[in-house]
């Protein structure tokens, strides 16, 4: 945590000091012309940033009087500028030995360092000191209050500290210099980062300017390979920082400031990975970004809502979180800000959805914590609205700013970055168990590859994966141009219906019972093969679903009817038969008559639906042509089935 978050430099207590001193309007606590004349002199190197000089003339005017109070004080103030904390807090606690009644306002300065420090015990006590005096101005009497609340919650939390134990993830990963986390894939084979690396050397200066770039590491044999550059056009001579990646892995969003395509000091860009080649990158345009600072994206699994952070006009406080969504016609919409649940009147930040839609994971100064920024997370219910923020809980928030947080698809594991903890360098990055209660909804995935059936070549195919339950698509993605490659979110505790197409293919249909599951669940790693359109091919209807022994079509079954329908309309020389199949309970006859049943079922559906029946037939053929085995619970689900096969063309 910066101290200038934090402690009001040049206080009025100070700089009605510096006017005794230089005005003569009042004495100072010294009664020595030397120590008086030296602290003059001390304020003038203050004035001009001299630290190390001002620092010698006070030393020699404490030794002039060990009891100049306000000596003491600008020795704090300047130890407390340039980030040493701790040693702030001898010299104004000197200050208050030298004279307790001196100014009030010496106890909120210090107190406030405490409170920086994790020192919440002796917080406390500054703090209710402070508030002891009459009169004190109402808004330090405010901070006070709420820093108390902090002081408070930082002792509760360390006596009931959460598990927290990190482990670096090692040379591959790390430098010895700052690497910020940024994003892992929900297959959770590539992770990627900000490297901050040195760029120019001014010899005349002794000052570095740094540049910071994206790498990206493969896990492979379960190990992360050495992270490389991704290099042009995403990675440029200037600065690019807070990159998030689809869980898919084909989008990346990040942020890059004062470019000359920019609308503010900040803009919001993206990029497409096609094959292995990255897209050059674009702004979001000015629905998105606003004349301030935007930054920090996360993009959910859904395939269409961008979360992050800015500054903009008409927000909560300095920093909000907001969401924008990608509209069918590739525009985004115009930014919501996510309300009084997660934003407050102090800073939001550092946004992270994880790939269940539902967990979102922030950082936030308003919210109450431990003090400066903690990391919280909040829950999406089925109304829409965001559950009151909870604190991630000591020893993953301390006393210092905690920020980013990354937490992997399955939800057990999360990614850090922190310069606490010992490292390589500076900021070192770090995985860690995530406790129980902090743990996402888990999600699995769907991985492979789409290519042609006949020629075997690797096809870009749509995939639409829809909540059979409500009938909402949950999300949409793509299978890779070149590679034909394809990583899909699977979130638990629900059952969906798959749906993989492409113009001039039948399409796939698949379906995934995830309902009731909240243990670890094995990802789906298999291919689809997508058939050309001919006379003679069959498509079964995975998400076609009657209840046992009736034909009455279930509501779960419109999402798959209207793929259906809508590859009918888009090719209407298509005639397709409809046929119904059952597995080996009960009569032939019986399910001869059930399983035309159902195919009339699907018939009329299309027929009420816009479909002529010229271009439909439906037949049932009971148990006669099983897929599968009979012997077993899936052998039979897999035998009980609908399907259409094409006939006419």
Known sequence: MKLKHIIPILTFLLLLSFTSATAQTSPLSTKSKKAASMFTEAIGYYDRKDFPKAIRILDKAIQEDPAFVEAFILKGDILSEEQYPREAIVQYKNGIAANPDFSPVIYFIVANVELLTGRYEDARKDYEKFLSYPDQPKEKQAKANKNIKSCDFGINSMAHPVPFKPENLGDSINSLYDDYINAVTADEQQLFLTRKLPRIHHVSTESTEFNEDFYKSVKTDSVWRRAVNIGAPVNTEENEGALCISPDGKYIFFAACNRQDGFGSCDLYWSKKTGDIWSDPENLGSVVNSSTWDSQPSFSSDGKTLYFASKRQGGKGSSDIWKTELQPDGSWSIPVNLGDSINTRFEEMAPFIHPDNRTLYFASRGHQGMGGYDLFYSRLDA???????????????????????????????????????????????????????????????????????????????????????????????????????????????????????????????????????????????????????????????????????????????????????????????????????????????????????????????????????????????????????????????????????????
Do not use: C
């Not at 995830?514 to 209807?541: A, C, D, H, M, W």
């Not at 034909?551 to 009817?561: A, F």
């Open 383 to 649: 109304d829409g609205n965001w559950s009151t923020p909870v604190d991630m809980g000591y020893p993953i928030n301390t006393y210092a700013d905690e920020i980013t947080l990354v937490v992997n698809a399955k939800g057990d594991v999360a990614y850090v970055s922190s310069d606490k903890l010992g490292g390589k360098g500076g900021m070192d990055i770090y995985s860690f168990k995530l406790y129980k209660e902090a743990q996402p909804v888990l999600v699995t995935y769907f991985k492979g590859v789409v290519f042609d059936k006949e020629t075997k070549k690797r096809l870009e195919a749509e995939f639409e994966l829809v909540d059979l339950a409500t009938g909402k698509t949950v999300s949409r993605s793509s299978s890779d141009p070149v590679s034909g490659e394809f990583l899909l979110s699977l979130p638990t505790e629900k059952d969906y219906g798959l749906n993989v197409s492409r113009p001039g293919y039948l399409f796939y249909s698949d379906h995934f019972a995830l309902r009731g599951e909240s243990s670890k669940t094995k990802p789906f790693i298999y291919n689809v093969p997508l058939q050309p359109i001919k006379v003679g091919e069959t498509v079964i209807l995975k998400n076609i679903f009657f209840d046992t022994d009736k034909y009455d079509l279930k509501g779960e079954s419109r999402s798959e009817l209207a793929k259906l329908i809508q590859l009918l309309k888009g090719n209407p020389d298509i005639h397709i038969e409809i046929s119904g199949h059952t597995d080996n309970h009960g009569s032939a006859d019986h399910n001869i008559v059930l399983s035309r049943n159902r195919a009339q079922a699907v018939y009329d559906y299309l027929i009420v639906n816009g479909i002529t029946q010229e271009r439909l037939s439906f037949s049932g053929f009971g148990l006669t042509r099983p897929i599968d085995t009979n012997d077993t619970e899936q052998g039979r689900a897999n035998n009980r089935r609908t399907e259409f096969k094409v006939v006419a063309q």
